[in-house]
């Protein structure tokens, strides 16, 4: 897949030299090391000797230049702008560390460094169907994963051994690794929105929340489901209903043309109905490539959404001291609404 085309149609110069690895997938197909120079005259993968063979196979249509044995990147783009007379170039100054700026700076004399203002992560925004191909399938592993390991979730396992289990079913179903490291949180635990899986006993009683997600070809499905071990008090129960109706709610409420900022006014307003301050996160957020990106589901969001763009909705409660509960899906949105690939079930499960 090479999108390069599209990039160049947006590109406000004609050169670009992309470094975020998920941009060069993005544009190239390659997931090798190294930089890759896009401009109307070429297309270049700059890395070294390690990743030669699979930028080629990778990216057919990119030429692949070497560095390494005292050929550094920036001379390497000197000599690519010198042939090709480029006088601007734009560059992912937010990513790039200040002295590779530095160096490209000081080899290319000739050339104007510009930012290039995350033109492909507003590209990305809008997927197209082989990205969404790639977020469903990625979606299916992970709900099958979930389901496998409520079969094998018991009283007396750790948070660790949860996480252990569920990261090995999405790798054995097919995902080529976690999108993000997976959370798993017991208990008091569950106040913590992004907690660390540790050797915390679950008992009967406790709320164990789960957010996680498979990748396929690079794109990322997030998703997260709270199950009860046995009976859970009466609190506890609340909460989860209270987060249920709020995600249903926001689920509701998207479509094309709906504002982002709107439909995290939905969840938070009655979340804090009931649970004041206790929902201290975004609605949602972007997935691709990046597990985290735009558009978000935010308050004050002004962004409309359009088919194609690919949101979480993740309302959740989080009380010091008691537990936490947070329940998620994922909206591919269409012509006329949204598909959830994430099908598992959300009532709450008694395990
Ligand atoms: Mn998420």
Partial sequence: MNRCGTFLKALPGNASLIHRPENIRWLTGYTGEGCAFIANAAQVIITDFRYVEQAQRQAPECECLRTGQGVT??????????????RKLSVETDYITHDAYAGLNDALTAVELMPLKQLPQQL??????????CIRRAAAISCQAFDRLLGQLKPGMTEKQAQILLDFAMLELGSEKP????IAAAGVNGSL??????????AEGELLTLDFGATVNGYCA???????????????????????????MA?????PGAVCGDIDRIARDFLDQAYPGAFGHSLGHGVGLFIHEQPRLARG??????????????PGVYLPGVGGCRIEDMAI??????????TAPKQLIEL
């Fill in 301 to 314: 969001d002004q962004t409309v959404l359009v088919p194609g763009h690919v949101v979480t909705v993740e």
């Fill in 251 to 255: 689920l509701d409420a998207i479509r």
């Fill in 73 to 86: 990147e920036a001379a390497v783009v000197k000599a690519l702008c010198d042939r090709y007379n480029i």
């Fill in 333 to 342: 949105l269409t012509q006329d609404g949204f598909i959830n690939p994430i």
């Fill in 124 to 133: 990305r925004m809008i997927k197209d169907a082989d990205e969404i191909d």
């Fill in 222 to 248: 997030d998703m997260t489901r709270t199950v009860a071990f046995g009976h859970v008090r009466e609190e506890l129960r609340t909460m989860y209903q209270r987060v249920l109706d709020a995600q249903l």
């Fill in 193 to 202: 929105p992004h907690a660390t899986p540790s050797d915390h006993v679950i």
């Fill in 179 to 182: 999108a993000f490291d997976t």
